[in-house]
């Protein structure tokens, strides 16, 4: 006997939910955009979502804008591997937090933003231009970013550009990457 998907009332395969709020979208945006895609997979969902705006729409809360996140922009350019691109990540997660941790001001967008449950996207930049294009974007809107310069001790030259950080609430980031496609 083969097991059929879970569908709710609504009729979305419950099964795709669970993966969309591990990535810190909310039911009802997550349900929304399963909808709008179709239903075909979480990670077509989830692209809608971070792609589309849809994750600076509010569902009625009345709060408008106000929720953050972390974007981290990896540079595709650069043949890094899954390991490397995971520790390039870390080390631009901790640099942006560090640096914000040094200024009063910051220190509470990121208090906000960790008790919205730290939302983090991992997007796909081209290449280094454009990670020095977006870098330029977000410092222009007063955006706190970290650029991740590699040490060149593995994968790639010493001083490559492997990752762009970006904080700040979601409607001004997605100004600077809202174009970007989810890394996969």
Known sequence: M????????SGVDESLVAPLLE???????????????????????????????LDSQEEDDGQGSGYYKMVFVVNMELSM????????VGHAA???????QEKP?????LNQWDEQGAKKVVLQGSNTDQ????????????LPTYLVQ?????????????????????EIVNQVTGQLKLLN
């Open 81 to 88: 591997g899954p390991g490397k691109i995971a520790a390039q």
């Open 23 to 53: 990535l810190g979208i909310p039911e009802a945006a997550a349900r929304r955009a399963l909808a709008l895609t179709g239903g075909r997979s979480a990670e077509a969902a989830a692209q809608l979502y971070f792609s589309s705006g």
């Open 131 to 142: 990670l020095l294009e977006l870098h330029a974007l977000a410092l222009s809107l007063e």
């Open 150 to 170: 590699d040490a060149g001790r593995t994968q790639v030259p010493a001083g490559s550009h492997t990752v762009l950080a970006i904080m700040g609430e979601e």
């Open 105 to 109: 001001s910051q220190r509470d967008l």
């Open 2 to 9: 083969e097991s059929q998907p879970l569908e709710s009332d």
């Open 94 to 100: 901790i640099g942006l937090y560090q640096l914000m």
